[in-house]
């Protein structure tokens, strides 16, 4: 989950690109063909994941892969084309963590301004105790509030959807929460 670098060569003719503002009335620098002109617009990724729960636990996996290899998160990755953000969280339950869950509604919407990513976490109902994570994953765990390793979450996004999952269980009411990452 780090940020893009900058495009160098062009998709369509595969000559290199400069990076200027368009003649078009944008506003913003893009990468524009010095060849065939065609401007290469980049927009946010989407990450996408779950808060898998079993009554009173939550579900961590520890990441085999950089960055952050070692440290905890929620199951997530990339959102592929050609899928749902549901169908993206899931896939990504599946892989890293290899649990048996049923997906329920959308938890969280967190905007990471500065590497242009939005992340959404949705939470789901595991049905089993048994996991068999991927090559993504050391080793896939449940958590009671109080054991959760705080200083060892691998990014913010995880950190905050934690922190209002276990807020919202507290009281009962599961919201959807809208978090700006500066
Ligand atoms: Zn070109």
């Not at 989950?1 to 495009?7: E, Q, V």
């Not at 990724?45 to 779950?50: A, D, E, Q």
């Not at 636990?57 to 085999?64: M, T």
Request: hydrophobic fraction near 35%; glycine fraction near 6%.
């Amino acid at each position: 989950m780090t940020y893009r670098s900058p495009i160098k060569h062009c998709r369509n003719c595969g000559s290199v690109v400069a990076y200027r503002i368009p003649d078009d009335g944008d506003t913003k620098p893009r990468a524009v063909c010095t060849v065939c002109h065609t401007i290469h617009y980049e927009n946010p990724l989407n990450v996408v994941g779950t808060v898998p729960y079993l009554g009173t636990k939550v579900l961590l996996c520890k990441r085999n892969i950089e960055p952050r290899w070692g440290k905890w998160t929620l199951p997530a990755g990339f959102m592929e084309l050609e899928e749902s953000t549901a169908q993206g969280a899931a896939r990504e339950t599946q892989e890293e963590a290899g649990a048996l869950f049923e997906l329920e509604g959308l938890f969280s919407i967190l905007n990471v301004i500065r590497v242009g990513q939005v992340h959404l976490f949705y939470r789901a109902r595991l049905l089993s105790e048994t996991f068999h994570p991927g090559h993504e994953t050391i080793e896939a765990r449940l958590f009671e509030e109080h054991e959760i390793p705080w200083d060892e979450i691998a990014f913010r996004t995880v950190k905050e959807t934690l922190e209002c999952y276990f807020a919202d269980r507290r009281r009962g009411h599961y919201d959807i929460h809208q978090i700006d990452i500066a």
